[in-house]
């Protein structure tokens, strides 16, 4: 059982960033394949980004070129790097796992394990 929990959300403006960090419990990720998630208000969930765990990324349109994925494995924790915010990127930010013997493969769905999430509002 991986237990995942994410900081750095808050309260930004527009044109902000913000750094979300998810610590994992496991001992290592690093046979983990990871990924950011996010809920706007009255929306369904919606994939920001995810890193396979050799490293690989794949980001949804709308986050390309301005938010950044990378993992330590050594500290056990996944970042999203969050430029140029807008009040769209208002939402509850989550960290997902999924287990993967494939280094080079990211997942865009079924992963196991997820934080609790931490809410990001972006001001105008």
């Known amino acids: 059982q991986v237990q995942l929990v994410e900081s750095g959300g808050g309260l930004v403006q527009a044109g902000g960033s913000l750094r979300l960090s998810c610590a994992a419990s496991e001992r290592t990720i690093s046979n983990y394949a990871m990924g950011w998630f996010r809920q706007p208000p009255g929306k369904e969930r919606e994939l920001v980004a995810v890193i396979s765990s050799g490293g690989s990324t794949y980001y949804a349109d709308s986050m390309k070129g301005r938010f950044t994925i990378s993992r330590d494995n050594a500290k056990n924790t996944v970042y999203l790097q969050m430029n140029s915010l807008k009040p769209e990127d208002t939402a509850v930010y989550y960290c997902?796992?999924?287990?993967?013997?494939?280094?080079?493969?990211?997942?865009?769905?079924?992963?196991?394990?997820w934080g609790q999430g931490t809410q990001v509002t972006v001001s105008s």
């Open positions: 997902a796992a999924r287990r993967t013997y494939l280094p080079s493969t990211y997942y865009l769905n079924g992963y196991d394990y």
